[in-house]
């Protein structure tokens, strides 16, 4: 099984920025695709962006035009580049990893065969 590991997060003001990053222990580039996720309390998980073995990017509505998915091959790791922080995007993050490709903003649409164990990000106002 591919084993996760997160890292970044933190504590930032409204307008300030972060990144996380997601390294897998080993990545299957032909078919592969890494989604970030999130959930605040009391809330149901939320997908966030995905990025495919094609190189397509879907990203929910809320963070479009201020998140960023990338992925380093060399690394094996995705990474979620965060700008422009709002409160609201408050929450624990998690990425998750589809062997086979069925990456889908929806965690129950979605087939994920890891999952990492989660990095909190707070953005004050």
């Known amino acids: 099984q591919v084993q996760l590991v997160q890292s970044g997060g933190g504590s930032v003001q409204a307008g300030g920025s972060l990144r996380l990053s997601c390294a897998a222990s080993?990545?299957?580039?032909?078919?592969?695709?890494v989604a970030w996720f999130r959930q605040a309390p009391g809330n149901e998980r939320e997908g966030v962006a995905y990025?495919?073995?094609?190189?397509?990017?879907p990203y929910t509505d809320s963070v479009k035009g201020r998140f960023t998915i990338s992925k380093d091959n060399g690394k094996n790791t995705v990474y979620l580049q965060m700008n422009n922080l709002r409160p609201d995007d408050t929450a624990m993050y998690y990425c998750?990893?589809?062997?086979?490709?069925?990456?889908?903003?929806?965690?129950?649409?979605?087939?994920?065969?890891?999952w990492g164990q989660g990095t909190q990000v707070t953005v004050s106002s």
């Open positions: 998750a990893y589809s062997e086979l490709g069925y990456c889908a903003l929806s965690p129950q649409r979605g087939r994920f065969d890891s």
């Open positions: 990025i495919n073995a094609g190189g397509d990017t």
């Open positions: 080993r990545y299957a580039y032909s078919s592969a695709c």
